[in-house]
């Protein structure tokens, strides 16, 4: 079958003759049509008392829902479909379709609409920066994509990333089984660049931005006279017409689909060169192979196309105005409470364009910093989510993003945040319960995980309240710090590698010879552990320092 016959019956799509139109894949959606507003959600004006519904699907399984002030952040659902993009996937969920054609269909409507030489829909950002790079290590060979990730005997085997470029996503380019090659200079990446060089990853910030002395535009001249392909990750980024990446010299831009454009939150958005991209598509499900984990559904990929349609229809600059809105009606509430300041910052780059409201205050008057404010506000009901940072005037912070508010819902956090800033707190006291111990030496620990047990080690000096010391991990030595009152302990360290960092709190009790407690990981949840002092005496040996050089080896 040809793909200008492939979604016959696919009963979403407005056909001529078996044939896609150009036309909008909603045309065929009733109220999505050129005339109406794609922004338009149904339903009433959020209020606390409908938000708190027993109702709500979250609530029957007991997961209580939350009032987004942080952004697209996928811990917390990405960003909320639009209604065109939920009505396209319902309408794709009527019917069966080959997927090889169904992906054909989309990449031409996509290269349409943006512009592009082609396009694919991925099951998220991140897999199709897995795809992009399966494709560029196999060249489109089933051979070698099904023996990936071993990549022995493959000639391209390498991908070279800037230093600033690496980040805790590109796992998904490293779980091909690369070798990932570092450089900071256009001399090291012209250095770098080899036969076996596959590809180069570059995340869209600070540094690879045009005029910065290692920008995309210096690495693609460098790459495209050896013809190697380029890939640019701007996964938070809105979407440009055409790709201002493309431009600049990217053979692929990946895109988050769940983030600015309001797709589906398990699907992403690549564009850019065909031939890389119809070897990315090999690389995913529904084919077998390294990317068959990463299964993108004909609902996900119609309703991505449906979000690029309707991102271009959207009228942003009233979407930004309402954004606007609804924080200064937040400022205005908090700006009630005597000693609290706000100021509003607008972003001037693509990646999370939208405005953040900061609300900032003397801890020292109101009894309660930002953090305290952050984990209050996001645990007790109704939640909300929102940032928190001290500032170095001494001032504390609390940061609310308005762009994935419900309408309605800022009127429910301005309520929040001036209940809990207004509320009279006594001042707190900074003397420190004395130690109950001297923590002091090596502890053997046992962390328990979900289904392991591991022996760390702590080695810890205590001055008074105060400790010090290294924690031993798995692989690696790295600083540890914290404090103990009476017999309770508070304890951080902080696992550093390119691209990852991952922070384990410890917080316990001390009995005796022995400490007990949790330990917090951030995204990565939780441990039990349990540590005991050793007993083993410090080495005591003089040293005999050589008086010159060796006369045997």
């Known amino acids: 079958m040809k793909r200008r016959n492939l979604i016959k019956g696919l009963a979403l799509l407005p056909l001529a003759g078996g044939a896609i139109t150009r036309e909008s894949v909603l045309a065929a959606s009733p109220g999505t049509g050129l005339n109406s507003n794609p922004m338009t959600e149904t339903g009433s004006i959020t209020t606390e008392s409908s938000f708190m519904a027993e109702t709500n699907i979250f609530r029957s399984i007991g997961v209580e829902p939350i009032i987004n002030c942080r952004?697209?952040?996928?811990?917390?659902?990405?960003?909320?479909?639009?209604?065109?993009?939920?009505?396209?996937?319902e309408a794709a969920s009527q019917n069966f379709v080959q997927y090889d054609e169904l992906a054909e269909g989309i990449g031409q409507r996509l290269a349409d609409l943006t512009k592009s030489e082609w396009g694919m829909v991925s099951a998220g950002c991140a897999a199709g920066m897995k795809h992009v790079t399966a494709a560029c290590v196999t060249g489109g060979s089933p051979e070698k994509l099904i023996r990936?990730?071993?990549?022995?005997?493959?000639?391209?085997?390498?991908?070279?990333?800037?230093?600033?470029?690496?980040?805790?996503?590109?796992?998904?380019?490293?779980?091909?089984?690369?070798?990932?090659?570092?450089?900071?200079?256009?001399?090291?990446l012209e250095r770098a660049i080899n036969p076996r060089t596959a590809m180069i990853y570059v995340n869209a910030v600070n540094g690879s931005f045009t005029g910065q002395p290692f920008s995309l535009e210096v690495i693609a001249g460098i790459a495209k006279p050896k013809k190697v392909p380029v890939l640019i990750d701007a996964a938070a980024e809105n979407l440009t017409i055409p790709s201002v990446h493309l431009k600049r010299g990217a053979d692929v831009v990946a895109y988050s689909g769940g983030k600015a454009m309001r797709g589906p939150q398990c699907a992403g958005l690549l564009l850019g060169n065909k031939e890389i991209l119809m070897s990315a598509w090999q690389a995913s499900s529904p084919h077998h192979g390294p990317g068959r984990d990463n299964k993108v559904g004909r609902e996900e990929m119609i309703g991505m196309m449906a979000a690029v349609e309707t991102w271009i229809k959207r009228d942003h600059d009233?979407?930004?105005?309402?954004?606007l809105s609804r924080l200064d009606l937040i400022a205005k509430k908090a700006l009630t409470i005597q000693g609290v300041k706000t100021n509003v910052t607008e972003p001037i780059e693509l990646s999370n364009k939208h405005p953040t409201l900061w609300i900032s205050w003397d801890p020292a008057k109101l009894n309660i910093t930002g953090y305290e404010v952050a984990e209050e506000i996001s645990s007790t009901k109704p939640r909300v989510a929102i940032g928190s940072r001290d500032e170095s005037d001494g001032f504390t912070t609390i940061d609310i993003v308005s762009s994935h508010m419900k309408e309605g819902e800022d009127q429910i956090v301005a309520n929040r945040i001036f209940e809990i800033l207004s509320r009279k707190r006594s001042s707190k006291s900074e003397v420190m319960t004395a130690p109950a111990?001297?923590?002091?030496?090596?502890?053997?620990?046992n962390v328990r995980y979900f289904n392991s047990t591991v022996k760390h080690i702590f080695s810890i000096q205590q001055d008074g309240n105060w400790i010090n010391g290294t924690h031993k991990g798995d692989f690696d030595i790295r600083d540890i710090s914290g404090t103990i009152e009476g017999?309770?302990?508070?304890?951080?360290?902080?696992?550093?590698?390119?691209?990852?960092?991952?922070?384990?709190?410890?917080s316990g009790t001390v009995n005796?010879?022995?400490?007990?407690?949790?330990?917090?990981?951030?995204?990565?949840?939780?441990?039990?552990?349990?540590?005991?002092?050793?007993?083993?005496?410090?080495?005591?040996?003089?040293?005999l320092v050589p008086k010159g050089p060796p006369l045997a080896t």
């Open 148 to 188: 990936i990730p071993n990549l022995t005997g493959f000639e391209k085997n390498e991908v070279i990333i800037p230093l600033y470029s690496r980040n805790t996503y590109d796992h998904a380019v490293r779980n091909i089984g690369v070798t990932i090659i570092h450089v900071a200079t256009p001399e090291e």
């Open 512 to 543: 005796g010879d022995s400490l007990t407690g949790d330990i917090h990981m951030g995204e990565y949840r939780t441990a039990k552990f349990t540590a005991s002092k050793s007993l083993e005496k410090p080495v005591r040996k003089k040293i």
């Open 437 to 445: 111990a001297n923590l002091s030496g090596k502890w053997n620990v």
């Open 318 to 323: 009233a979407e930004y105005k309402s954004w």
């Open 71 to 89: 952004g697209a952040y996928t811990i917390i659902g990405g960003s909320l479909e639009l209604p065109p993009v939920r009505e396209a996937m």
């Open 487 to 506: 017999n309770q302990i508070k304890l951080s360290s902080v696992l550093r590698l390119p691209g990852d960092q991952i922070t384990f709190y410890f």
